[in-house]
């Protein structure tokens, strides 16, 4: 059982469109998924972020995440826009901003930097803090791209191209230390408050 004291994830459909969430992924309380929006197996959306899949869809490969307070939204393909997608093992960092964007399997997107419409991070790609990559750019594959346009600042070093794989594996386990924390916070309630059925299907005792 939940515990009515805690804040809930926001899980909208709209439009004949609900957020699909497989099983292993974890979506922060706080965060709000809204319209076509698919997340991976053990995918991660954290708190304050939001997904708006209104007009378009949005998908989250397996093992990525999405970090605390990141914004991501869709054009409708009769306005030229296009989906977000996001492969498998990607970090995407706090505070970005991904907008008809796509991030490859392994790319990295440095805390709160910002994606337009049909630019992309190739499978290795690291686009730095804070950067702004114009609409139909590309950072390719063994890259660092950075700045506000966004431009080649160098080469990637030895083991730089698998920043966001090793990211995506902790916040994996992250997500699995976050999941138990809020299932022992839910636990908290004292079992007087529950009905005993409730309390027997709560899975706290």
Known sequence: MTNPDRLQPLILPFHGKTPQIHASAFIAPGAVLVGDVHVGPEASVWYGCVLRADTNRIEIGAGSNVQDGTIIHVDAPDWGGT???????????????????TVEDGGFVGM???MLDRSLVESGGYLAAGAFLSPGKTVPTG??????????????????DRHALMGSAHYVEEAKAHAAALEEFDCARSPSDLSAADFKTSGCD
Do not use: S, Y
């Open 112 to 114: 709160g930097a910002t």
């Open 83 to 101: 989906p977000v997608i996001i492969g498998q093992n990607v970090l995407i960092g706090h505070k970005c901003m991904l907008h008809g964007c």
């Open 143 to 160: 890259e660092m791209w950075a700045g506000m346009p966004a431009r080649k600042f160098r080469d990637l070093k030895e083991g730089e």
